[in-house]
């Protein structure tokens, strides 16, 4: 079966500091990857989305940028966070593109608070 | 993407049935219909999917009238449990992503 890993799931950073959010997911070959942030109390906001190693789309212009150095790799960065980075970020996959009726599957989140 | 309408908040109580009604006017040919739940401090889970017509599995049944310009999420006998956030998401699985809106907030009472 199909597991995605998050982590760390806590995370408190210092303004100004960089960033390394990584997830990988198993069982699966070249799956469609996904970043999502969410402030509290809100929706999810997509960040990023990758269907395959290399390929990153970038839905909202920010200092946060995504990387896919492998095929179940998927990495969130920055390099000088700012104090309204802070939320809850969440990792998900679904199935490659071409697979009709697939849901995305989620990861647990990292907590990321900036002081 | 369609955009989708859904109430900001709902509440019921134990053994109650819960419908929640999602609006999604300019659906696409292409798209589905997908709900998600998602408890505090965790990620969505993946509840129902469907293109038309009635869906049903072992949490919930999905309805979706002839025009596809809504859709109603059901939730037969809630429990405590059920207390969460349920998103409503319209789009073609084929276009990669698909966008969460705002979503639900139920509470369930005992």
């Known amino acids: 079966s199909q597991t995605i890993h998050q982590w760390p799931a806590t995370l408190v950073q210092p303004v100004g500091s960089p960033l390394s959010l990584e997830c990988t997911v198993e069982?699966?070959?070249?799956?469609?990857l996904y970043w999502y942030r969410q402030a509290a109390g809100r929706g999810l906001q997509l960040l990023f989305y990758?269907?395959?190693?290399?390929?990153i789309s970038s839905e909202v212009p920010q200092n946060l940028s995504a990387s896919r150095p492998q095929d179940r790799q998927f990495i969130l960065s920055s390099k000088k966070l700012l104090l309204s980075d802070s939320g809850f970020y969440l990792c998900?996959?679904?199935?490659?593109?071409?697979?009709?009726?697939?849901?995305?599957?989620f990861g647990d989140g990292t907590r990321l608070s900036i002081l | 993407l369609a955009k989708t309408t859904q109430p900001i908040s709902m509440d019921s109580y134990e053994g109650q049935e819960v419908n929640i009604t999602c609006s999604h006017n300019?659906?696409?040919?292409?798209?589905?219909i997908t709900w998600y739940q998602q408890f505090p401090s965790q990620g969505p889970r993946f509840i129902i999917q469907?293109?038309?017509t009635k869906v049903t599995n072992e949490v919930a049944s999905l309805f979706i009238p002839a025009d596809r310009k809504s859709s109603t999420l059901s939730l037969p006998r809630v429990s405590l449990s059920d207390t969460a956030v349920y998103y409503c998401?319209?789009?073609?699985?084929?276009?990669?992503?698909?966008?969460f809106g705002s979503g639900t907030r139920l509470s369930i009472r005992p």
């Open positions: 998900a996959w679904s199935p490659p593109t071409g697979q009709r009726n697939q849901p995305q599957h």
């Open positions: 069982g699966t070959s070249n799956p469609n």
């Open positions: 990758s269907v395959g190693i290399g390929q």
């Open positions: 300019n659906i696409a040919t292409n798209d589905y």
């Open positions: 469907g293109y038309k």
């Open positions: 998401l319209v789009g073609d699985p084929l276009a990669s992503k698909i966008i």
